[in-house]
């Protein structure tokens, strides 16, 4: 964890002492701000913050950050227990649950509607719905990531497919990476990031859900999730994918060694540098599950939630998150990571974003899939991580063909019933 | 700790010296309370506690982390590969280095470049050294398999394969432990006296293996303890190769003990339970401390 000044606010400190006048004006107000992830998400913050304090020259952010989100999820726990909480965090969108249960994190519908209604400033019921938890706005959504493909265009045409117009389902997909895997000179066909998340990605996919809606049962282990573990199998025995883990999967790729790569969006800014001028580098949506028309895409990512107490705190903090969910600070969330942005007007008006994408496709995937994604599911109750482990812990047994699929399916169901919270 | 204690004891008529010998042993005794004693001490006392971290109380619990410990599948795991890792890492590196050490000492020339040589994997960064062990064990783009290759062997995912993941580890731990362990050797080789050796010659034991079994091996015997008990307690200790290479997977295949603390500690912020785990190390570390001081210290040093 790290707690520095933005150079920003160090360089308004001497302003503001030279003109007593206008500081007396308005009183500066200091917030501070945390947020997880800074080696993917600071660009990002930076950006925004440098524009924010031309709008708001007296609010002046601190950060503190936490290496990774369950991390920063640790962290706000602690510090709710000793009240020293910041005035606003982001969260990961699986994680908001914790607060929304605890009531940490603060109600931002009032926030929203105080400046007109919530559609008309690009916060569509799609995008609140990713940070709506216990019946209320628990956060506010910064930055979405949905699982893309990352294809090398040279080995698939080696291996004989038009990169121009590739299948766009699974089976299309299993058989392209079977071909590179045989016909590729001795690069492997695909690495898909088998974790929770990629099984909730896929479990939604083939049009299931993890929970039943009242959340009285787990719904994950009948025909969808096992379709989903068989589909992990497939890729095992069908393309022979390598026992590799997220950081040598991406070496692999960037070494030009392997076809796809399926994995977040998140990692795009990432791979441009890494790949460089390799080979032929392109970004596709996910493939589909065929004859699913509805299937959906669990969505990773960031929330803003406000845990301000003082009331001048609480506004300025308002007023930046505001800011960074608007279409001008979305936009600068997105051309400074890979994420998709999370306001509906930034997306649309082609004046925001519009230029960007049109210069840099390989931030596209993500963007043409938006239509499909739906909330990232949270299990309910204090065992969530120990869940998301089982969950991983079995797919594992299936990629190392350890464990048949329904053999899997089942104890992970098992496991799962045992950590959520007893109901009478 | 002790001897520095013993030194300042009040001598006849010199009151004044053993004031200030107190006086100068405070730092060191302070430092060992507050850093050490201390801190062990609430650690232990946490682990019969339900303490969770950022809760704002907690309860006395006795046993129970104990006996949650006995029927939590992650923990015997974790202790199971413990044990398989140090019963890998504990002779293969001991008696290495003391094949390496005995080249090195009858060696003519290079003594000092083999030394440091062998030592340097000893004071490199293990987390540094970790990511370029990841690169070398790279199952595709690495070099050990593309050197396999060239045999026709097609090698394994080495550290993301749950049946070679420990082994891998293992591998690495050895590489760490075996420098070090040569170092202790070669001070205990030095320290015999040229002359039992001559002796031995001269009382007619003429094959070298002879007289490493019956001069070199029984005068080593006290460093040959250090350097068994020293290396124990480093192998049970392994967590960076763990935290950086493979974060216990896959599937728990290499969950360590120190590793599973620090999830349980730090990720389900459980610190009562995590403490729990801690003491258990501890127990594993005194009892090779015993082992050394009580029943093998007796049978290595003669006279």
């Given at each position: 964890?790290?707690?520095?000044?933005?150079?920003?606010?160090?360089?308004?400190l001497?302003a503001?002492?030279a003109?007593?006048?206008l500081?007396?004006?308005?009183q500066?107000?200091?917030?501070t701000v945390?947020?997880?992830?800074?080696?993917?998400?600071?660009?990002?913050?930076?950006?925004?913050?440098?524009?924010?304090?031309?709008?708001?020259?007296?609010i002046?952010?601190n950060?503190?950050?936490?290496?990774g989100?369950?991390?920063?999820?640790?962290?706000l726990?602690?510090?709710?227990?000793?009240n020293?909480?910041?005035?606003?965090?982001?969260?990961?969108?699986?994680?908001l649950?914790?607060?929304?249960?605890?009531?940490?994190?603060?109600?931002?519908?009032?926030?929203?509607?105080r400046?007109?209604?919530?559609?008309a400033?690009?916060?569509?019921?799609?995008?609140?719905?990713?940070?709506?938890?216990?019946?209320?706005?628990?956060?506010?959504?910064?930055?979405?990531?949905?699982?893309?493909?990352?294809?090398?265009?040279d080995?698939?045409?080696?291996?004989?497919?038009?990169?121009?117009n590739?299948?766009?389902?699974?089976?299309?997909h299993?058989?392209?990476?079977?071909?590179?895997?045989?016909?590729?000179?001795?690069?492997?066909?695909m690495?898909?990031?088998?974790s929770?998340?990629?099984?909730?990605?896929?479990?939604?996919?083939?049009?299931?859900?993890?929970?039943t809606?009242?959340?009285?049962?787990?719904?994950?282990?009948?025909a969808?999730?096992l379709?989903?573990?068989?589909?992990?199998?497939?890729?095992?025995?069908?393309?022979?994918?390598p026992?590799l883990?997220?950081?040598?999967?991406?070496?692999?790729?960037?070494?030009?060694?392997?076809?796809?790569?399926y994995?977040?969006t998140?990692?795009?800014?990432?791979?441009?540098?890494?790949?460089?001028?390799?080979?032929?580098?392109?970004?596709?949506?996910?493939?589909?599950?065929?004859?699913?028309?509805?299937?959906t895409?669990?969505?990773?990512?960031?929330?803003?939630?406000?845990?301000?107490?003082?009331?001048?705190?609480r506004?300025?903090?308002?007023?930046?998150?505001?800011?960074?969910?608007?279409?001008?600070?979305?936009?600068?969330?997105?051309?400074?990571s890979?994420y998709?942005?999370?306001?509906?007007?930034?997306i649309?008006d082609?004046?925001?974003l519009?230029?960007?994408?049109?210069?840099n496709?390989?931030?596209q995937?993500?963007?043409?899939?938006?239509?499909?994604q739906?909330?990232?599911?949270?299990?309910?109750?204090?065992?969530g991580?120990?869940?998301?482990?089982?969950?991983?812990?079995?797919?594992?047994?299936?990629i190392?063909?350890?464990?048949?699929p329904?053999?899997?399916?089942a104890d992970?169901?098992t496991?799962?019933?045992?950590?959520?919270?007893?109901?009478? | 700790?002790?001897?520095?204690?013993?030194?300042?004891?009040?001598?006849l008529?010199?009151?004044?010296?053993?004031?200030?010998?107190?006086?100068?042993?405070?730092?060191a005794?302070?430092?060992?309370?507050?850093?050490?004693?201390?801190?062990?001490?609430?650690?232990?006392?946490?682990?019969?506690?339900?303490?969770?971290?950022?809760?704002?109380?907690?309860?006395?619990?006795?046993?129970?982390?104990?006996?949650?410990?006995?029927?939590d599948?992650?923990?015997?795991?974790?202790?199971r590969?413990?044990?398989v890792?140090?019963s890998?890492?504990?002779?293969?590196?001991?008696?290495?280095?003391l094949?390496?050490?005995?080249l090195?000492?009858?060696?003519?020339?290079?003594?000092?470049?083999?030394r440091?040589v062998f030592?340097?994997p000893?004071?490199?960064?293990?987390?540094?050294m970790?990511?370029?062990?990841?690169?070398?064990?790279?199952?595709?783009?690495?070099?050990?398999?593309?050197?396999?290759?060239?045999f026709g062997?097609?090698?394994?995912a080495?550290?993301t394969?749950?049946?070679?993941?420990?082994?891998?580890l293992a591998?690495?731990?050895?590489?760490?432990?075996?420098?070090?362990?040569l170092?202790?050797?070669?001070?205990?080789?030095?320290?015999?006296?040229?002359?039992?050796?001559?002796?031995?010659?001269?009382?007619?034991?003429?094959?070298?293996w002879?007289?490493?079994?019956?001069?070199?091996?029984?005068l080593?015997?006290?460093?040959?303890?250090?350097?068994?008990?020293?290396?124990?307690?480093?192998a049970v200790?392994?967590?960076?190769?763990?935290?950086?290479?493979?974060?216990?997977?896959?599937?728990?295949?290499?969950?360590?003990?120190l590793?599973?603390?620090?999830?349980?500690?730090?990720t389900?912020?459980r610190?009562?339970?995590?403490?729990?785990?801690?003491?258990?190390?501890?127990?594993?570390?005194?009892a090779?401390?015993?082992?050394?001081?009580?029943v093998?210290?007796?049978?290595?040093?003669?006279?």
């Amino acid at each position: 964890m790290t707690i520095r000044l933005t150079r920003r606010a160090v360089l308004a400190l001497p302003a503001a002492l030279a003109l007593p006048g206008l500081a007396r004006a308005q009183q500066p107000v200091e917030i501070t701000v945390h947020y997880a992830q800074p080696f993917i998400f600071k660009p990002s913050y930076d950006a925004i913050t440098e524009a924010f304090a031309r709008v708001e020259p007296n609010i002046r952010i601190n950060y503190v950050t936490s290496p990774g989100y369950p991390e920063g999820t640790q962290l706000l726990l602690r510090q709710a227990a000793t009240n020293q909480l910041p005035d606003l965090s982001f969260q990961g969108l699986n994680l908001l649950r914790v607060f929304a249960e605890r009531g940490i994190a603060q109600d931002l519908m009032p926030f929203v509607t105080r400046d007109g209604a919530p559609a008309a400033q690009g916060y569509s019921e799609g995008l609140l719905s990713l940070g709506r938890f216990s019946n209320y706005q628990a956060g506010l959504p910064y930055a979405a990531s949905t699982a893309i493909t990352f294809l090398n265009a040279d080995l698939a045409r080696r291996a004989g497919f038009d990169p121009d117009n590739l299948p766009t389902d699974w089976d299309g997909h299993i058989r392209l990476a079977a071909a590179v895997k045989e016909r590729a000179g001795g690069a492997d066909g695909m690495w898909f990031a088998w974790s929770e998340w990629m099984f909730q990605t896929l479990v939604l996919g083939h049009g299931g859900r993890m929970m039943t809606p009242d959340e009285r049962d787990i719904a994950f282990d009948g025909a969808e999730g096992l379709a989903t573990l068989r589909l992990h199998d497939r890729y095992v025995r069908e393309t022979q994918m390598p026992a590799l883990n997220a950081n040598t999967a991406s070496q692999a790729f960037a070494a030009g060694r392997l076809g796809a790569f399926y994995w977040t969006t998140a990692v795009v800014r990432n791979f441009i540098q890494s790949v460089g001028q390799g080979f032929d580098f392109r970004t596709l949506p996910l493939p589909v599950v065929a004859g699913v028309p509805n299937g959906t895409l669990a969505t990773g990512g960031a929330a803003g939630m406000m845990t301000a107490r003082d009331p001048a705190k609480r506004e300025a903090a308002w007023k930046f998150l505001r800011f960074a969910t608007s279409p001008q600070g979305q936009a600068l969330m997105a051309m400074n990571s890979g994420y998709v942005p999370c306001n509906q007007l930034a997306i649309d008006d082609p004046q925001y974003l519009g230029a960007f994408y049109r210069q840099n496709p390989l931030f596209q995937a993500a963007v043409t899939q938006m239509a499909r994604q739906a909330p990232w599911f949270a299990f309910p109750g204090s065992n969530g991580v120990r869940i998301t482990q089982a969950i991983t812990n079995n797919t594992a047994r299936v990629i190392e063909s350890k464990a048949t699929p329904e053999v899997a399916l089942a104890d992970m169901a098992t496991e799962v019933r045992r950590l959520l919270p007893r109901r009478s | 700790m002790s001897e520095t204690m013993a030194l300042a004891r009040p001598r006849l008529g010199a009151g004044g010296e053993a004031l200030a010998g107190l006086m100068l042993c405070l730092p060191a005794t302070l430092a060992y309370l507050l850093l050490l004693l201390l801190p062990t001490l609430a650690a232990v006392l946490l682990a019969f506690t339900d303490y969770e971290l950022g809760a704002p109380a907690l309860a006395w619990i006795g046993l129970g982390n104990f006996e949650e410990l006995l029927g939590d599948q992650g923990f015997r795991i974790a202790l199971r590969n413990t044990l398989v890792y140090v019963s890998i890492v504990a002779p293969v590196s001991i008696a290495g280095a003391l094949a390496l050490a005995l080249l090195i000492e009858a060696a003519a020339r290079g003594r000092a470049l083999f030394r440091a040589v062998f030592f340097l994997p000893v004071v490199s960064l293990p987390v540094a050294m970790a990511t370029a062990w990841q690169y070398l064990l790279h199952p595709t783009i690495g070099p050990v398999n593309a050197v396999l290759a060239q045999f026709g062997v097609a090698g394994p995912a080495w550290l993301t394969s749950s049946d070679t993941v420990l082994l891998s580890l293992a591998f690495i731990g050895i590489w760490e432990a075996i420098g070090f362990n040569l170092v202790l050797f070669l001070a205990g080789l030095t320290a015999i006296p040229r002359e039992l050796h001559q002796a031995a010659e001269v009382d007619g034991v003429t094959s070298a293996w002879e007289r490493f079994r019956l001069v070199t091996w029984p005068l080593l015997g006290p460093t040959t303890l250090f350097v068994v008990t020293i290396t124990m307690i480093r192998a049970v200790r392994v967590f960076d190769s763990v935290a950086v290479l493979t974060q216990g997977g896959p599937n728990r295949a290499s969950e360590v003990l120190l590793y599973t603390m620090y999830t349980e500690g730090f990720t389900f912020f459980r610190l009562g339970y995590s403490a729990a785990i801690t003491l258990v190390f501890l127990a594993i570390v005194l009892a090779l401390m015993l082992l050394q001081t009580k029943v093998l210290d007796k049978r290595v040093h003669y006279g």
